[in-house]
């Protein structure tokens, strides 16, 4: 379960990216600042908001340590400030004073990255603030970029719709078309993962872009095949360009923000629908998981940024029918299908499964014999392993209950009313969880506007639909 805590609405224009520190919360701002707060009570820090770009402020993201806070701004330069005192510590000119799209601290904080519109890439060195290797991506902006745990590489996206992967030492190491319409964000996470075909350690990235997609991909190195970038699967949640991702600290979970208005939590092993959350009433544009902490921050053009609590236990089995699909099975599509293999880490058979045209009702029809002789798979082994993954969707099928109609769900928790409420804004919330919300704040959970009182009128009409739904449930 997530569950909004906190909203910040200190921003007066879009909020452009968040980021945590193990005590802090930074976001930026079309409104050319950066705010800071506590990550204890959300209270601002005292010397926020920063002031010193001259235009929009597009990317920030702190140092290992915390004591470090970087900024990058549409006026061409990035900026460090002292997270202790928010002294701004030194400015740093893009070559060409472009305007400067992203930037990243490398994990040992020797580096910092900063990205622009006109395709440069900056590798600054942080004790002595000089310029220590620069580059270009072809044909596009740079929008996008993140740093190996181990720091020995970091990945580019750009306009163009190429993932590049570089060494510390400013060489391409790889490219590879990875979004038509361009790369929007990516993220490496910071655990290590085994590639099962070949046995090898390797990272796990996250990318999304205009195409309205999320795609996994292994970043694999070994001596004698140099850097391999491999497509794991593509997770298709969203209905609109896909404009953040980011994975937990654990690696176990990918947030991501969009702009059909929603953020999406994935698991990563599955890609199944953890969570969807719809409260932001504009395009999300940014998205963050705490490191040391159960929390997650979203940002959007509403100019706020949401603070949620996340329940970490582990999802049941069945999950992904229960929640990702919102389609029965059988009618799934031969995308939705695709997306399911990838998810059962059997993204080798999509190619074979989209030739023959294999949908959802073929899917629950194929047997060993149409695995064997249809398809031509000819491992037994294959041919058991998505036959096992088969029964285990049929399973799962056979015991989801019957979704909770969205309505009758207290739009704070996100779960089934049992005394719901009228606020002033019009809409219908569970009692306690509203009680507890407003004695917080007072504005509306749905709308962020003030609310012109604190009265809650019991819904009766409700309180009986839900009865009455509950007794069908039971028959």
């Not at 921050?297 to 582990?314: C, P």
């Not at 509306?444 to 409700?462: A, D, I, K, V, Y």
Request: glycine share 6%; aromatic share 8%; proline share 4%.
């Amino acid at each position: 379960m997530a569950t909004l805590i906190h909203t910040l609405a200190d921003h007066s224009d879009d909020v452009n990216y968040c980021a945590f520190s193990s005590s802090c919360l930074a976001t930026c701002s079309l409104d050319k600042t950066i705010r800071v707060y506590s990550l204890s009570d959300f209270t601002e820090l005292p010397y926020s908001p920063l002031r010193g770009h001259t235009y929009a402020v597009h990317c920030c993201c702190f140092s290992p340590s915390g004591r470090v806070l970087a900024s990058c701004s549409t006026d061409g330069t990035s900026a460090l400030w002292d997270t202790r005192s928010g002294r701004r510590l030194a400015v740093l000119q893009q070559p060409g004073a472009s305007p400067v799209r992203v930037c990243r601290f490398s994990p040992e904080a020797t580096y910092l990255l900063a990205g622009a519109a006109d395709g440069s890439v900056v590798l600054w060195n942080v004790q002595s603030l000089k310029l220590y290797r620069s580059g270009n991506v072809k044909g596009g902006s740079l929008m996008a970029c993140a740093f190996s745990p181990n720091g020995n590489f970091f990945v580019t996206g750009s306009s163009s719709g190429d993932l590049t992967i570089w060494d510390d030492k400013m060489r391409c190491l790889h490219n590879e078309k990875a979004h038509d319409l361009g790369v929007t964000c990516c993220d490496i996470s910071s655990h290590p993962v085994s590639d099962s075909e070949n046995g090898f350690k390797c990272f796990q990235m996250a990318s999304c872009g205009q195409d309205n997609q999320i795609k996994l991909w292994l970043i694999l190195f070994a001596d004698f095949l140099g850097v391999q970038l491999k497509y794991k699967c593509t997770l298709n949640g969203h209905s609109a360009p896909v404009l953040a991702c980011a994975f937990s600290c654990d690696g176990q979970m990918i947030v991501s923000g969009s702009v059909d208005k929603s953020v999406i939590i994935y698991e990563t092993s599955t890609g199944s629908t953890l969570h969807t959350l719809s409260q932001h009433t504009r395009y999300v544009t940014t998205c963050a998981f705490a490191p040391d902490s159960p929390l997650l921050a979203t940002g959007s053009m509403d100019k706020t940024v949401h603070i949620w609590q996340l329940d970490l236990k582990q999802p049941c089995a069945g999950d992904y029918v229960e929640n990702e699909s919102k389609v029965a099975v059988e009618d799934w599509s031969e995308d939705d299908v695709s997306a399911w293999l990838c998810a059962q880490d059997l993204a080798d058979f999509v190619g074979l499964f989209k030739m023959n045209n294999i949908d959802g009702k073929e899917l629950l029809n194929l047997t060993k014999e149409s695995l064997a002789n249809e398809l031509k798979i000819e491992s037994l082994g294959q041919r058991s392993k998505v036959l096992q993954k088969i029964e285990e969707l049929r399973m799962a099928m056979t015991s989801v209950s019957v979704p909770v109609p969205d309505e009758f769900l207290c739009p704070i928790t996100r779960e089934l009313m049992n005394d719901p409420v009228i606020a002033t804004d019009g809409y219908s919330y569970e009692r306690e969880a509203m009680e507890n919300w407003i004695s917080n704040r007072r504005s509306s959970p749905m709308t962020n506007l003030p609310l012109h009182s604190p009265t809650l009128t019991p819904n009766r009409t409700l309180k009986m639909a839900i009865s009455r739904w509950l007794e069908t449930q039971q028959k």
